[in-house]
Every structure is written in C-alpha cells, then in structure tokens.
C-alpha cells in the first residue's frame, strides 16, 4: 500500500501565484485532513473532510481551498500565494474520527 | 475554546531510563480523542499511541504508555527504556467526533547516550 501520497515534496513559489497541493490515499478512509507546520510549532489544522463532498474549514483556512470529490483525493489549493504561507504541509487521512491519522511525507513550500 | 499544553519545549533523558512528556487539554466536549506522534528530524510523522476519552484503562503499546487522568485534563505520554532513536519531537493531539484536531507545539527530547 502507498499510504497517503502527497506531490510536490518542495516547490518555491512568487508572491502571488497560485498552486495546487495534491493529496491521495488508497485506504479507503472517510476523514482527511491539510495540516501547515511552521518551523519549531506544531501542526495547524487549514481544512478537513469526514467524507466525499464534505469538508470544513480548521484553524486556518484563510488563503486556502479544498475540495473532496472522491474518497481518494483531498487537493488543497493555495490562490495569491503570500511569504506568510511558507510552511510545511502535511495531508493525513484516518477511517474514523477516533482512530490513527496517516500522514504524507510533506511538502516543503516557500513563497519568495 | 480546544488547546492542547505542552510545557516543555525540551527534554533531556539517558538511554535505558524512562521520560515522561506532559500534555494538558482544554476541551468543553465529552467525547475525544487524545494521540501522540512522533516527528524525527527527517520530518515524517509517527502515530505512537490513542486515548479515548471513555476509556478507562491508560493505552499501552509497547514502550509507550499513557498516563490519562481526565480529571486533571492531562495525557502524559511516558517512553520506558529509552533508545537514542526516540530523539525527536513529540506532538500531543486531540481529536473530535466531527473531525476536528488540534495539535501541541511539541516537545523535543534528546537521548543521551
């Protein structure tokens, strides 16, 4: 099994652009999640989905959007990037609410 | 409001003695879950252990236990044994039935040899 496979793992991006973080898993989990790890803090919650064609807005959703139209693919769109949204990425999905998330390895975005 | 504490942003422990990491919670719900993860320097994150909030034994897997006293709002996570690779940082995390997660700002431990 790949897990949760996330691309690109870097990418460096001008204040303005636009870009698409890809996120697909092949377990058949209903929850998925976009977190953002800014360096030395823990992970912020941007979006989640507790199914296809449902997701809601976490802790720091502002900039960003998702979509979920399959149980797979949980893309997380970033429009007019800006130097706040440097981060670390992570996408991570779970079967249940109460049970382990699997995460993808990352992406590594700066925005100059 | 959820938050996760974790009130110590490093820790320090010798190979083969036993580490305790803290975590507090704050949460008005009823029904959570409480994780622990694992971050390596190479940055991938390692699902250690789970506490429900109904449960009432503490989780144990493997060196891992955690100290859950509900109560207090604290789910310590405590590492037996330590091995030069448990340096790392470590991540509390809570999670609700609608999905919903919050996360500490970890603790990174160093194993000393």
């Known amino acids: 099994n790949a897990g949760v496979t996330q691309t690109p793992k870097f990418r460096i991006l001008k204040i303005g652009q636009s870009m698409t973080l890809q996120c697909t898993q092949d377990?058949?989990?209903?929850?998925m999640y976009w977190y953002r790890q800014d360096p030395g803090m823990g992970l912020k919650l941007i979006y989640y989905?507790?199914?296809?064609?449902?997701?809601d807005k976490g802790e720091v959703p502002n900039g960003y959007n998702v979509s979920r139209s399959t149980t797979e693919d949980f893309p997380l769109r970033l429009e007019l990037a800006a130097p706040s949204q440097t981060s670390v990425y992570f996408c991570?999905?779970?079967?249940?609410?109460?049970?382990?998330?699997?995460f993808g390895q990352g992406t590594r975005l700066t925005v100059v | 409001a959820q938050k996760i504490t974790q009130t110590q942003p490093g820790m320090f422990v010798q190979e083969k003695e036993a580490v305790t990491l803290d975590c507090t919670y704050d949460?008005?719900?009823?029904?959570?879950?409480l994780f622990w993860y694992k971050q390596p320097s190479s940055g991938e994150m390692i699902f250690l252990i789970y506490?429900?909030?109904?449960?009432?034994q503490n989780a144990t897997e493997g060196r891992y236990s955690l100290n859950f006293q509900k109560a207090r709002k604290s789910a310590n996570l405590v590492i037996s044994a330590s091995q030069l690779g448990d340096s790392a940082m470590y991540f509390c995390?809570?999670?609700?039935?609608?999905?919903?997660?919050?996360f500490g700002d970890g603790t990174t431990l160093t194993v000393k040899p």
């Open positions: 995390a809570m999670r609700f039935n609608a999905g919903k997660s919050t």
């Open positions: 989905s507790v199914g296809a064609g449902i997701t």
């Open positions: 506490q429900g909030s109904y449960d009432e």
């Open positions: 377990m058949n989990h209903n929850y």
């Open positions: 991570a999905s779970s079967y249940h609410w109460n049970t382990e998330a699997f």
């Open positions: 949460t008005s719900d009823q029904s959570y879950g």
